[in-house]
């Protein structure tokens, strides 16, 4: 039912849901997911198969546009996305002033956000027109931000792309090409690693960067500082945060003797704010079928790459526990997206604290396909009621007499 009907004849009755656990926010077309069963499909298709069949590029059209695009669709998008890669060079400088350490997704957000200033006509998009103008902006300068983070913190001269490259083999090429290398030859494992890793975080229907988006959007607030609110929502160790806390939390376990059984009772224990990082979710009840997906794709990545990495098996020990465990078991909390992803990441070279901004670079078709539906429904602004639960009336009492 929607409820937001009812209003006239609530009398001031309102529904409180806190987290919106059992709350639809919107009516959406974009990705189905059944936490029971484990299943997700972006746009009807099986994340399974566009995991092993498609590109991120084709995925980001099918997710914003509704069809898997045809060849010519796709080239068209990819050569307008192309146009606009590059970032006007006074960005540099906001990127200059930040503090080396400054963490990777605050400088992404600042950046993002400050995108706006310099694409003035991306700000109030109201027609198809506009609103595709500024997608193929943001698709062509983000990746750019992304690049530039990392390499300002790895101090690397940055560095613009080189349009004959792919999407993704583009991406790769600006975050690793360094300075005293005439050529950067492309690895296919670390391209096809990072598609599949880009496909699998692309949508998940109305988490909390996505509906952080969508309410800043329904305000008709820019796409991009919607993004950037939606990076802001990302950054938290609940959400996407979580992949890098899961890497520091297994580099703790490692560090600590690899005795995984003790973290897992000090997860257990409800005086311990510890939590199992990269375990539960708030929709999945089963296994979390991206994570399913990653785990076989870490196995084949580190082996491809011939590194052998303890922390695999750290994180392999910990979920064959937690399956077996009854406090697990029975709140079914199963390894999420993020419980093997940081380990691919790390395995291609990506810093701990970059890994976040990798899921924003996935996550960005989908944020921006969420924004679009949003627009295009014309939905109303977003604004949630409350419950009050302060002082009733109070008389002023002045500051000499209080
Ligand atoms: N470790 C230990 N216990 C946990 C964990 C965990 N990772 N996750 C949930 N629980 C327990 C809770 O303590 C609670 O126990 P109780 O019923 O005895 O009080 C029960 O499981 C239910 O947990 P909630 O916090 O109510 O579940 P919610 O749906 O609100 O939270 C969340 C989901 C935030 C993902 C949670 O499972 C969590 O904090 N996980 C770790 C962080 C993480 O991996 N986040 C990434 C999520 S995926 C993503 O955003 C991309």
Known sequence: IDISKLRGSTKGVITLDSGFKNTGSCESAITFLDGEKGILRYRGYSIEELAEKADFLEVAYLLIFGELPTIEQLEKFHSDIKKHSFVDDDVKKILDAFPKAAHPMGVLASLTSALTAFNPSCVNVDSVEDMYNAIVRILGKFPILVAWTMRKKNGLPLYYGDDSLGYVENILKMMFKQPN????????????????????????????STSTVRIVGSSHAGLFASLSAGISALWGPLH????????????????????????????????DPFRLMGFGHRVYKNFDPRAKIIKKAADEVLSDLGIEDPILDIAKGLEKQALEDSY????????NVDFYSGIIYRGMGIPTDMFTVMFALGRLPGWIAQWREMRMRKEPIGRPRQLYIGETERKFVTIEKR
Request: charged share 30%; proline share 3%.
């Open 181 to 208: 290398q005439d050529k950067y030859v492309q690895n296919p494992i670390l391209v096809n690693a990072l598609d599949k890793l880009l496909i699998l975080h692309a949508d998940h229907e109305q988490n909390c």
């Open 240 to 271: 996407g945060g979580a992949n890098q806390a899961v890497l520091e939390m297994l580099e703790a376990i490692k560090a600590d003797g690899g005795d995984t059984a003790k973290y897992m009772e000090k997860a257990k224990d409800k005086n």
């Open 328 to 335: 697990f078991v029975d709140r079914k909390l199963y390894p």
